[in-house]
């Protein structure tokens, strides 16, 4: 299994760092290089409690089919995203934002991922 973690410093405050890490359009736009479209469930504005999106995205030179659902929803700190779809790899997304104490509204965003490659989540090359 494989874990990705992701730390990062921003300048703005939790409960806007939280609203735009579940905004589809702000994933589909930091997404654009692998052209990651939603094909399913929630496709525009912010994702909440129990709200499911299917993605098709290019990685790794393969086509991928991903269903997730927001599993853990604790505004404004801390959300999970959890991938439900049997032909995805496994895993959830868990997502936590802290105020870091500095007289500026800003905060420190982590996500960990653990990860293993399902073969079946490849679909063919088109």
Not at 20 to 36: F, K, Q, R
Not at 65 to 78: A, E, K, L, Q
Not at 108 to 121: G, N
Request: proline share 6%.
């Amino acid at each position: 299994m494989t874990r990705f973690e992701i730390i990062a410093a921003i300048a703005a405050p939790p409960r806007r760092v939280f609203d735009l890490s579940l905004a589809i359009e702000t994933h589909t736009v930091s997404m654009a290089g692998s052209g990651e479209r939603v094909i399913g469930g929630v496709c525009s504005g912010r994702m909440k409690l129990g709200d499911t999106v299917t993605w098709q995205a290019r990685h790794f030179g393969f086509r991928w089919r991903m269903t997730s659902v927001i599993s853990v929803y604790d505004p404004p700190g801390h959300f999970v995203d959890e991938q439900v779809e049997a032909r995805s790899s496994a895993g959830a997304t868990s997502t936590t934002s802290s105020q870091t104490g500095t007289a500026e509204p800003s905060c420190e965003t982590s996500s960990t991922s653990p990860h293993r490659l399902d073969r079946s989540a490849l679909l063919p090359n088109a």
